[in-house]
C-alpha cells in the first residue's frame, strides 16, 4: 500500500511537537526527563491519528517500556493499519549535555512491512545511491569495500571517507582506515544520524559503519530507501533472552545479513526534526516571537525527500 500524503504533515508536526517538548531540558544533564518529554509528547500525538498503528520498533520492550513499548497500539483505531517506528529522543545525551546531534525521529509503513525485531545491537553498514549492492558487504573486510566504493563512485581510495561511532569496539576498523589513508569522522551518539550522512555529496561521507542500535539501523533504512542508498544489517542476539525474544517474533536465523528490502517493504515515510544543530539538520531556533524547527522528510512513493521549515508562535 502507498502511504497518503495526508500522513506526511501529520507526522512531521508529531516530530516538531516532540523536538519542542525536549526545548526546555536542554543542557540540564537530564537525559530521562528529556526523553520522558519526548516519548509523552510523541505518544500523545500519534494517538490522535486516524491510523491503526502498531509500535515495531520504539523504547524497548513491554517490560522495560511504560509507553511507546515494541508491541503497542497507537492512533484512533480507525484509519489504515501501520507498522510505526520510533525514536522520540536520538541522542539523549546530546540533548542532556546540549550538544550538536539530537533529533526526534518517526518512520511509519503498511501492516507488516518494517522488520520487527527485539531491541538489540545491529552490525550496519550504509553507502550512496548508485552502488552495486553486490559491491558492499558486512562480511567484507574494510579495504574490499572501500576498495569497491572507490571503483563503483569513480574515485580515489584515499580520498574516500567512512563515518563510525567513537567506540572501544571500534578501534580495530578505525586503526585500518587510518592505516589505509582513509579519513574517518568520529560520532559519539546518533546512529539514525551518521547513516544517513552518505545521502548527499555535500556530507562528504562514502561509508558509514559498525555496531550500534538495531531500532536506529531499521529507522535509518526507512529514509536510505527513499534517497535509493545501500544499507545492510545483522542483529546481534547473543544471548539467550534475545534468542528467544527474537523467536518469538519471527526470527530462526539469527546470523541473517538483511538487505534493505528486507528491513523496510514497500512505501514508507520517514520525519526527522532537528533538536540541537547537526550534521543532518539544523536544531531548534528562536527567532523573535517564533520556535523555528527543521524537519527532514522523506516518503518513498512520492519521491520526497526534503527539508521542511516550521514557524511556530511561542506560546504566552
Known amino acids: 500500500m502507498n502511504i497518503d500524503k495526508v500522513f506526511q504533515d501529520q507526522l512531521i508536526k508529531i516530530t516538531q511537537e516532540a523536538a519542542i517538548s525536549v526545548y526546555p531540558h536542554l543542557g540540564k544533564n537530564n537525559k530521562i526527563i528529556a526523553d520522558e518529554a519526548a516519548t509523552n509528547s510523541m505518544r500523545t500525538n500519534l494517538n490522535k491519528m486516524n491510523i491503526k498503528g502498531n509500535i515495531v520498533i520504539g523504547e524497548g520492550e513491554m517490560d522495560e517500556a511504560p509507553m511507546l513499548y515494541i508491541g503497542e497500539k497507537v492512533g484512533t483505531n480507525n ?62 573486510s574494510l579495504k574490499k569495500n572501500l576498495s569497491n566504493l572507490a571503483d563503483s563512485k569513480n574515485k580515489r581510495f584515499e580520498s574516500l571517507r567512512i563515518c563510525i561511532l567513537d567506540r572501544p569496539r571500534h578501534k580495530k576498523i578505525i586503526d585500518e582506515a587510518k592505516s589505509l589513508n582513509i579519513d574517518v569522522k568520529l560520532i559519539t551518539d546518533g546512529d ?37 542508498c545501500g544499507f545492510q544489517g545483522r542483529f546481534i542476539f547473543d544471548t539467550d533472552e534475545l534468542k528467544k525474544r527474537a523467536n518469538k517474533m519471527g526470527i530462526n536465523n539469527f546470523d541473517k545479513k538483511y538487505k534493505l528490502n528486507e528491513i523496510v517493504k514497500g512505501d514508507s515515510l520517514f520525519c526527522a526534526t532537528g533538536i540541537t544543530k547537526g550534521d543532518l539538520i539544523n536544531g531548534i531556533e528562536l527567532r523573535s516571537n517564533k520556535i523555528v524547527v527543521s524537519t527532514l522528510i522523506t516518503h518513498k512513493s512520492q519521491n520526497i525527500k526534503k527539508i521542511v521549515i516550521g514557524e511556530i508562535d511561542i506560546k504566552k
Open 192 to 228: 539514525v544520524s551518521g547513516a544517513l550522512l552518505v545521502t548527499e555529496e555535500k556530507h562528504n561521507i562514502d561509508l558509514f559503519l559498525g555496531t550500534g542500535g538495531g531500532p536506529e539501523g531499521v529507522l535509518a533504512a526507512s529514509a536510505l530507501d527513499t534517497y535509493g
Open 79 to 140: 484509519g489504515p493499519e501501520f507498522d510505526v517506528a520510533v525514536d522520540p529522543l536520538e541522542g539523549t545525551n546530546f540533548a542532556a549535555k546540549n550538544l550538536p546531534g539530537a533529533i526526534s525521529v518517526i518512520a511509519v509503513s503498511g501492516k507488516n512491512n518494517l522488520i520487527n525485531a527485539p531491541e538489540s545491537y545491529m552490525e550496519k553498514i550504509s553507502y550512496p545511491s548508485g552502488i552495486d549492492q553486490n559491491a558492499i558487504d558486512l562480511d567484507f
